[in-house]
């Protein structure tokens, strides 16, 4: 069995990617990248609410110390303000918002690297993090194409 800190640092991150997609879609000016965080938004809200459930299932919610997390990490409210500094200065332009949201990206992957790290993750628990971080990846790559794609408009 995970323990709660680990589902809860993959809940943060996730809360993480809804705030920076929301920012990432307040900035994008095309409707297809408006679409495509609209997305990514409604898949960290998935995947948050399911790894909810996994800490809820397991531990209840009568002991502090084993609840469940709706806050964002740290490092995501820096990931946030980098993202109103860069705008200031790139003018929310395709390719710096898609670098902007490959950098929330390769943060995701790094946390998910991490939790299959832990070595009391059940085999249930690790079956959802494996998925989640396969589907994550996969949202990774498409940011990455799509970034790449516009640097090479330019």
């Known amino acids: ?22 920012k990432a879609i307040a900035q994008a000016e095309e409707q297809d990248l408006q679409s495509l965080f609209s997305e990514f938004v409604q ?17 209840g919610s009568e002991d502090n110390d084993k609840r469940v997390t709706d806050e964002t990490t740290a490092s995501g409210k820096i990931y946030r303000t980098w993202m109103d500094v860069k705008d ?18 390769d943060a995701a992957q790094k946390a998910y690297k991490s939790a299959l790290e832990d070595e009391e993750i059940s085999p249930d628990v690790r079956s959802v993090v494996e998925r989640q971080k396969s589907e994550l990846l996969h949202a990774h790559d498409q940011v990455k194409r799509m970034r790449d794609m516009a640097a090479a408009e330019r």
């Open 43 to 59: 898949q960290s809200r998935q995947f948050a609410n399911e790894l909810r459930g996994l800490v809820n299932s397991r531990y």
């Open 1 to 22: 069995m995970a323990n709660t800190e680990t589902l809860n640092d993959l809940i943060r991150i996730n809360n993480d990617r809804v705030e920076g997609y929301s």
């Open 88 to 105: 200031k200065f790139t003018g929310g332009n395709r390719k710096s918002v898609l670098a902007s949201c490959e950098f929330g990206e």
